[in-house]
């Protein structure tokens, strides 16, 4: 073990685990699930609680997740200097910025159009960078914001819910939104490639890689073009794919995307992925084998070296979790 400085400057000391110093059963899971602690960070005021309950379930890697509050850091670094506990990444802005009250990945976006709002999404980020490399974790996974257009998602999910799915009603407005998002693509890229090449930078010299996670709404960055776009740039060539099958079954199930056919294409640029599954329409978040997306199918694309973070809603109950994580063992699921 070693001791780190804290990032921020304070003067406190933490504790992290060195290679080596866990036992080897834990680095050798690499087929093991992570999970994400934005299914309880919201309900715990210590953060050795919080990771000791997700470790209950049978996890023995851990995503911390963007709902993570300051007054948990000290909590969690006082656990995984106790335990056998792996961070395997950590989901900006976290900590969560103590301005911002509740779990929010989006207060700050890179892609706004006051300079202001996006220095402090890059200042935040950089604070994540700097906890992801004292943890030890290997990735940092970005929103990097939205466009401003109308709500077409909420309406299309709206026309489907009504019985109207794929009509030419739905057709029509889906055509509409289409020209919406193409029509801003051009100022939010070049807001998001000057942003974001400091950033990658600041990231390779942390020894942490940066991953861009793909969204359900059609407003928001990057689109399928604009990932293409962003990763043929040479600035970028270290900046990674994180595939959230929650949302990409979604935005599948709005008929945006082929899902199979995406995530074949991100294929080569793939870090990681947010497990979780999805009822038709748009209620994701579920416990895997719970809802419609096709595993068995999806699985078979990924490389075997993919790290997988269930991210689980606060609402589903620790059963019925321990019941899909026994599934995903059985099953050899990743």
């Not at 933490?14 to 059963?25: D, E, N, Y």
């Not at 960078?129 to 974790?137: C, F, G, P, S, V």
């Amino acid at each position: 073990m070693h001791r780190a400085a804290h990032p921020a400057g304070r003067r406190t000391l933490v504790w992290v685990l060195c290679p080596g110093s866990s036992p080897a059963r834990i680095g050798a899971q690499v087929n093991e699930p992570a999970f994400s602690t934005c299914w309880n960070s919201g309900r715990h005021t210590r953060g050795e609680q919080m990771l000791a309950e997700i470790a209950g379930l049978g996890f023995h890697r851990v995503e911390l997740g963007h709902g993570v509050r300051l007054s948990l850091w000290d909590g969690i670094v006082d656990y995984l200097g106790r335990h056998e506990l792996e961070v395997t990444s950590l989901h900006n802005f976290c900590p969560l910025p103590v301005q911002i009250l509740r779990a929010d990945p989006d207060c700050y976006q890179c892609t706004s159009h006051r300079p202001e709002e996006r220095e402090r999404a890059a200042r935040y980020t950089r604070q994540t960078i700097d906890w992801a490399a004292t943890l030890r974790a290997r990735y940092v996974v970005l929103h990097l914001g939205s466009v401003p257009m109308p709500p077409y998602t909420d309406k299309l999910i709206a026309l489907i819910r009504r019985g109207h799915y794929l009509d030419r009603g739905y057709v029509k407005a889906k055509i509409a939104a289409l020209k919406a998002r193409e029509g801003a693509r051009a100022l939010v890229l070049e807001r998001v490639r000057q942003w974001l090449v400091p950033l990658a930078q600041y990231a390779k010299a942390a020894g942490v890689k940066l991953a861009i996670e793909n969204r359900i709404g059609l407003e928001t960055v990057p689109s399928e073009r604009e990932f293409a776009a962003l990763f043929g740039e040479a600035d970028f060539a270290e900046v990674g794919y994180w595939h959230d099958f929650g949302h990409a079954q979604v935005r599948a199930n709005l008929g945006w995307i082929d899902h199979r056919e995406w995530l074949t294409a991100m294929k080569s640029r793939l870090f990681g992925a947010h497990v979780h599954d999805v009822r038709f329409p748009d209620l994701d978040h579920l416990a895997p084998f719970t809802g419609m997306t096709p595993w068995a199918e999806l699985f078979a694309i990924l490389p075997p070296e993919t790290l997988c973070v269930w991210e689980m809603s606060p609402r589903l109950p620790a059963a019925e979790i321990i019941a899909a994580l026994a599934k995903w063992r059985v099953l050899g699921q990743r």
